[in-house]
């Protein structure tokens, strides 16, 4: 097999994170604007990691390395892991009953998928980049290189609340170490990488914090991207005026989580079925 070979678009994507993780990390320890002339005072200070270095107060550093290296493995973990594919070929005999007609209620029509040909269960989806057919699928993510699904999802939600901490307290640092002063030509060789370094923490910081926004929405309501984009062209939620997995948020938040209280989607759905025709009965 050709070197070449092996530089898959998940390794190339996985590799570009983990490089613009710690180059960052390395720029907000590393720079320093220089020691001043004798007959000039400081025209901008030294960033915090730095000074703190070089007063040997390393608890702060060190929090922040951990940080970083903790989000960098969330990532990992989630980019890597199973998200919930669907069996194509049954392995045990209960699950394929679980997944397929068994517990299932005969009321939820199940569909074969087109390019994998599995019985879906409900709320799942394929993934063309993938190739395979995912539970609870919420949208493939081109920066993890991978399906966000069941598996996989509260762990996305993890990674995107720690990077935003990280990302927050890293633009804090490099903005701290920034200060405009003239000549411009100066100030570009003193402090022009660490500017750079603020404008994509600065872009980084606002789709991190808009996606931990929208997935906590989500997950507050028991949708998916997909379910909330899709909403219209989804059989099992265009016949409803509602979400029939909506039972609250403590109990949204407690089965996303926890996975409590236990069940299966067409559980759900039957249930809610059987409470709108019992409310249309009255």
Request: charged share 15%.
């Amino acid at each position: 097999m050709a070197p070449w070979a092996l530089l898959t678009p998940g390794v190339l994507v996985r590799t570009g994170h983990t490089v613009l993780t710690w180059g960052i990390t390395l720029v907000l320890f590393l720079h320093d604007t220089g020691e001043p002339e004798p007959s000039r005072p400081r025209t901008h200070p030294i960033p915090p990691l730095r000074q703190w270095e070089e007063q040997g107060e390393l608890l702060l550093p060190l929090t922040f390395l951990l940080l970083v290296l903790g989000s960098l493995l969330l990532y990992l973990t989630v980019s890597l892991m199973d998200p919930g594919y669907v069996n194509v070929l049954p392995q045990p005999q209960e699950e394929a009953k679980e997944e397929q007609t068994a517990m299932v209620p005969q009321a939820i029509p199940l569909r074969r998928c087109g390019y994998c040909m599995v019985l879906q269960p409900l709320r799942a989806r394929h993934c063309r980049e993938c190739r395979r057919c995912v539970r609870r699928y919420d949208h493939h993510c081109p920066w993890m290189e991978n399906c966000v699904g069941e598996r996989n999802h509260p762990l996305f939600v993890a990674y995107l609340a720690l990077q935003l901490v990280v990302l927050l307290w890293a633009l804090y640092l490099a903005w701290s170490g920034l200060r405009f002063f003239q000549p411009w030509g100066l100030w570009l060789r003193s402090s022009g990488l660490l500017f750079a370094t603020f404008l994509l923490l600065s872009l980084f910081s606002l789709v991190a914090g808009l996606l931990l926004a929208s997935h906590l929405y989500l997950v507050a309501s028991n949708t998916t991207t997909w379910e909330f984009i899709s909403s219209h062209r989804i059989a099992y939620l265009r016949q409803r005026p509602g979400n029939p997995f909506d039972r609250g948020l403590t109990r949204n938040l407690a089965h996303f989580f926890c996975g409590w209280p236990p069940g299966s989607w067409e559980t759900l759905w039957a249930e809610d079925e059987e409470e709108e025709g019992s409310s249309q009965a009255v």
